[in-house]
């Protein structure tokens, strides 16, 4: 019998049941209506908009019926909303594009009776770029997408070194979870003022957000300046504040070319360390400095992304204008449709089939579109995830280790995951329907923030470790799959404490990838209490002096919000 996830996973993503690709909310139901099912908070606001609507994240495992939402018209009415809930006992969840898999805004199924979510992207939308001084800046409203701030940099010849690869997110989710792209300097590149190789939150100057004054017993808006310390704990805050706005430092626009190649051997990209040539991902990091892969399980090439700077366009590339220039990677087609359909409907051994076609449409379409040689200003070749993408679930990670430990990582992730791949298939079992991708960044060195003091990002996952200055890298694994696919719980979590076992010592540590899944048990994502209770705060712990680590930043944010209402029942075991 198909699950239920399964069945959403399928008419929201696939489109194989209802024709679609992307996933909206079905129903919004103003509060005075007849047709509501939730009790209307009491006292709320008249001036605010409110209704109920459901929720549901990217890839579909997370789903609410329904659950009061709110679209506050400027900073002032987050204010408003925020002391209403104190006094009535409701917990507020800034709520931007849902695109997320970890339960941070709300845990699947969960009791939202006294839950408002709080609609960034209704007004807090402002842009305004700052090219007045020595420094550009940029203040951005949370809720505005990364594709407008994106355009609106161009426009005025500005941008950042890496951006994550989907426009559809906000610029508050971006740094609530200290989201990245593919960086660091490549061969012979010099370090450019106002750019940042680590996530984008190293790159907050200042940011607002809504805090409890203790003096006047209500929430009230505050800016902290990059060098104030209690910014560590809102710099990757991961919902347990409210940021409204924030200012940015960017950097000069760049022209980028980007080579896809799918003729690679994934034993030549994964190689062993000492046979590791130019085509492998350390040689490729080496020459280019942004480069991400894209492996399919069961199939011999991986689609491999290169970015490289080009002031000038290449005689064999073509100029792009716009971004999202892989079609065939946001659309299924009939084949891969009617393979879906098959695994969904219990016919698991179709998946290396269904791996292979995923890389054969890869291939085709980058030929057939003229998109395997493109350039352009950078967001135009670093955006290419769309709404309309297959969505699956994904457990990711971020290893922190020196530049010249990179292949070793890579090689010794790949020959596990191969290796537990095969142990699944000789049972008849194929938990992973999706790629590994792999991504390579800096770290979240403050020397690279245009302001005298500036503070780390405390909960971020590339945060350097002051005790291994040689740690100077990280390294992103994502490993997905279709929600719901059979054991892939089970090989998720074997692999997760296969990973925090692997990179340790003075070789490498690992950290969460917050938006992706981690915590995992054999029957699911983010409830290993071993995990969210020890592991993951060790992690952010060692190798930290005491009073700038993960400690620091629960007390930071307990501060300045004692009474927990940016919070939920997740966080509430998370971050105590």
Known sequence: MKSESRRRFLSASAGVTAGLFGWAPRF????????????????????????????????????????????????????TVANWAYQNGYRLRAKGMAHNWSPLLLPNRADVSKTLLVDTTAHLTHVRVDTAGAGKTVTVGAGTTMDRLLEQLEARGLGFAAIPSAGDLTVGGVLAVGAHGASVRGRGESPVAGQSHGSLSNAILSLTAVVWDDAQKLYVLRTFRRDHPDIRAFLVHLGRTFV??????????????????YDIPIGTVFAPPASAGPHSLAGLVEQSGRVEVIWFPFTATPWIKVWSLAPDKPSMSREVRSPYNYPFANALDERASNFLEAINAGNAALTPLLMNLFMVLAATGLAFTGARDVWGWSKDVMLY???????????????????????????????????????????????????????????????????????????????????????????????????????ADAFYAEMERWIWANYSGNYATVRPNWPKGWGFTPASGWADRTALTRFIPDSFRAGQSQGDDWDTAVAILDAYDPNRIFANAFLDTLLP
């Open 385 to 487: 995830v769309k709404p309309t993408t297959l969505r699956v679930g994904a457990a990711g990670y971020a290893v922190v280790t020196s530049r010249n430990n990179t292949q070793r990582v890579v090689w010794e992730l790949y020959e596990e995951y191969r290796r537990r791949i095969a142990a699944y298939q000789a049972k008849g079992q194929f938990p992973m329907a999706g790629p590994l991708e792999v991504r390579v960044t800096g770290l979240d060195h403050v020397s690279e923030v245009q302001m005298p003091g500036a503070q780390p990002p405390l909960l971020s996952s590339s945060r350097p470790r002051p005790d291994h200055p040689e740690w100077d890298t990280c390294i992103w694994f994502d490993m997905q799959s279709l929600p719901a696919m059979p054991h």
């Open 28 to 79: 919004r139901i103003p509060v005075a209506s007849a047709g509501s099912t939730l009790p209307a908070p009491p006292g709320f606001p008249p001036a605010i908009s409110l209704y109920q609507q459901a929720y549901q994240n990217w890839s579909g495992q997370i789903f609410v019926d329904g659950v009061w939402t709110c679209a506050p018209t400027d900073a002032a009415d987050v204010v």
């Open 244 to 261: 409204t706005d924030v200012t940015l430092q960017v950097a000069s626009n760049a022209r980028v070319r980007c080579e896809s190649w």
